[in-house]
Nanobody, 124 residues
Framework: QVQLVESGGGLVQPGGSLTLSCVASGLTFRTYVMGWFRQAPGKEREFGAACGKSGSTFYSDTLRGRFTVSRDNAKNTVYLQINDPTPEDTAVYYC??????????????????WGQGTQVTVTS
């Protein structure tokens, strides 16, 4: 049984930083592209960032610059570091696993596995 379990969400002040983690089990982690999506209140879920099987990184235009995605294959874990957050970054952040970066970025309905989500709230 595949599980993706996110952690690290919570309250953060503008200008601060936060690191989300996602631990995967039940799959061969190194063979999957691992990514992060987010869904803000009243909006659709959107792609944020992904880390390829070899460590290459991909970002949406919205997240590029302040967010850093990385992975540790030895720990079956993917991370998302959020720097200098703004209230617009308030959302539920979801971890996802997909065989290809194309599927993750262009056709998320085909994504194999999702985490349950972790809430990030940016507030002063």
């Amino acid at each position: 049984q595949v599980q993706l379990v996110e952690s690290g969400g919570g309250l953060v002040q503008p200008g601060g930083s936060l690191t989300l983690s996602c631990v995967a089990s039940g799959l061969t982690f190194r063979t999957y592209v691992m990514g992060w999506f987010r869904q803000a209140p009243g909006k659709e879920r959107e792609f944020g960032a992904a880390c390829g099987k070899s460590g290459s990184t991909f970002y949406s235009d919205t997240l590029r610059g302040r967010f850093t995605v990385s992975r540790d294959n030895a720990k079956n874990t993917v991370y998302l570091q959020i720097n200098d957050p703004t209230p617009e970054d308030t959302a539920v952040y979801y971890c996802a696993a997909s065989p290809t970066i194309q599927a993750m970025m262009e056709n998320p309905s085909t994504i194999n596995y999702w985490g349950q989500g972790t809430q990030v709230t940016v507030t002063s």
